[in-house]
């Protein structure tokens, strides 16, 4: 008979992360448009970011990623259950990249789709699969964020275009009966206002036939609504789960600007090296920032197993979110 005092969890038992070769600092963008090193590193934290060769498309990225989460977690690709992929830059409107993906990966039995809620896609993403996996509909989840920013970015613009860099990031998620206290996603919480839609969006679609299209952002508008709504979602989280800020090990947020992320921490009383932070390295990569900034946690011994970890996105839509995950 099943123990009545455990409970079905999505734990995370795979990471993994993509990042393109080539690497462009803020001296080679001052060389395509009006800026300066100083001015991107004071006003965002961004020190470089990877921008794609044409044959790493989202799917290219997303896979490799994915392929290591699998590998990290031991799982042959062909037990996997589903695929779910956050991204804003698609390799096509279809087939879905979870799809392509799916078969790069040789993962036959998964079924897959992607889902579009710009830069907090990967939380809603986790929030999907945390559900499905409760449900038990599927006993393994992929969840990947991936992203090629740079294919968006109009470099007439050099309010937009230093801000953005492409990569993927994955994480597996397992259905686990586990005890209180144990590891597993303990929450999501997602958030939307599409009355903000028109501060953050790319300027084209099935809407007109303008080719390509650019990515467009008002972003003081856009900073003014991040932190607060943010320390929302955060305190959200700990509040349904009865925790404070103290009982927070790291902080995963999106790596927009290191400014609202600094915002956040303070807000939340963390010192910095309760923080996580990649903005320097990796730009706003989107959706693939989260699972890009976790990876690089794992990998420098920071996010070991029985630790709490707090994640918070918000982006275009605007939508938001925070997840909370004990590894
Ligand atoms: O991931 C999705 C969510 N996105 C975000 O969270 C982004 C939120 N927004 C931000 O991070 C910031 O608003 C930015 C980094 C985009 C801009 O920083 P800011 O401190 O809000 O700058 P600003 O837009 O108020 O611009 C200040 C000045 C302007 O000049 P004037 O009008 O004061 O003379 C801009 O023209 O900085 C100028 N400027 C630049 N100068 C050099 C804007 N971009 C640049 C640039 N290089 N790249």
Redesign the pocket.
Same mark, same amino acid.
């Given at each position: 008979m099943a123990d009545q005092s455990l409970l079905k969890r999505a734990v995370l038992t795979g990471a993994g992360a993509y990042l393109p070769e080539q690497i462009l600092t803020n001296e080679d963008m001052a060389k395509r /448009?009006?800026?300066?090193d100083e001015? $991107?590193v004071e006003?965002?934290g961004i020190r470089q970011r990877h921008f794609a060769a044409p044959h790493e498309t989202a799917a290219y990225m997303g896979a490799e990623a994915g392929r290591q989460a699998l590998e990290k977690a031991g799982l042959n690709p062909e037990s996997l259950g589903a695929i779910i992929v956050a991204t804003s830059t698609p390799d096509q409107a279809f087939p879905a990249t979870a799809v392509r993906i799916q078969a790069s990966l040789g993962a036959k039995k998964a079924f897959g789709f992607d889902l579009s809620a !710009?830069?907090s896609g990967f939380i809603y993403g986790l929030s999907v699969a945390d559900a499905m996996l409760r449900a038990g509909q599927v006993k393994s989840v992929l969840v990947i964020g991936t992203e090629v920013f740079s294919r968006l970015l109009n470099f007439e613009d050099?309010?937009t275009c /230093?801000?953005f860099g492409d990569g993927a990031g994955a994480v597996l998620l397992e259905a686990r009966d586990v005890e209180q206290g144990g590891p597993g996603l303990l929450s999501t919480h997602l958030y939307a206002d599409g009355s903000l839609g028109d501060i953050?969006y790319v300027d084209c679609g099935t809407h007109d036939n303008r080719k390509p299209g650019h990515l467009v952002?008002h972003?003081?508008e /856009?900073?003014r609504h !991040?932190v607060n709504l943010l320390a929302g979602a955060v305190n959200d989280a700990l509040a349904e789960n009865k925790l404070s800020a103290d009982d927070i090990d790291l902080l995963v947020p999106?790596q !927009?600007?290191k400014? $609202?992320i600094d915002g956040v921490g303070k807000k939340l009383g963390l010192p910095a090296e309760r923080v996580v932070i990649t903005v320097h390295k990796h730009a706003?990569t989107?959706a693939a920032s989260i699972p890009l900034a976790l990876a690089d946690a794992i990998q420098e011994g920071r996010a070991v197993p029985g630790k709490l970890l707090l994640l918070e996105a918000?982006?275009?839509g605007l939508t938001w979110g925070s997840a909370l995950l004990r590894l």
């Amino acid at each position: 008979m099943a123990d009545q005092s455990l409970l079905k969890r999505a734990v995370l038992t795979g990471a993994g992360a993509y990042l393109p070769e080539q690497i462009l600092t803020n001296e080679d963008m001052a060389k395509r /448009v009006d800026t300066s090193d100083e001015w $991107i590193v004071e006003r965002t934290g961004i020190r470089q970011r990877h921008f794609a060769a044409p044959h790493e498309t989202a799917a290219y990225m997303g896979a490799e990623a994915g392929r290591q989460a699998l590998e990290k977690a031991g799982l042959n690709p062909e037990s996997l259950g589903a695929i779910i992929v956050a991204t804003s830059t698609p390799d096509q409107a279809f087939p879905a990249t979870a799809v392509r993906i799916q078969a790069s990966l040789g993962a036959k039995k998964a079924f897959g789709f992607d889902l579009s809620a !710009a830069c907090s896609g990967f939380i809603y993403g986790l929030s999907v699969a945390d559900a499905m996996l409760r449900a038990g509909q599927v006993k393994s989840v992929l969840v990947i964020g991936t992203e090629v920013f740079s294919r968006l970015l109009n470099f007439e613009d050099r309010t937009t275009c /230093v801000l953005f860099g492409d990569g993927a990031g994955a994480v597996l998620l397992e259905a686990r009966d586990v005890e209180q206290g144990g590891p597993g996603l303990l929450s999501t919480h997602l958030y939307a206002d599409g009355s903000l839609g028109d501060i953050l969006y790319v300027d084209c679609g099935t809407h007109d036939n303008r080719k390509p299209g650019h990515l467009v952002m008002h972003g003081r508008e /856009v900073f003014r609504h !991040a932190v607060n709504l943010l320390a929302g979602a955060v305190n959200d989280a700990l509040a349904e789960n009865k925790l404070s800020a103290d009982d927070i090990d790291l902080l995963v947020p999106h790596q !927009a600007n290191k400014r $609202i992320i600094d915002g956040v921490g303070k807000k939340l009383g963390l010192p910095a090296e309760r923080v996580v932070i990649t903005v320097h390295k990796h730009a706003n990569t989107s959706a693939a920032s989260i699972p890009l900034a976790l990876a690089d946690a794992i990998q420098e011994g920071r996010a070991v197993p029985g630790k709490l970890l707090l994640l918070e996105a918000l982006g275009g839509g605007l939508t938001w979110g925070s997840a909370l995950l004990r590894l």
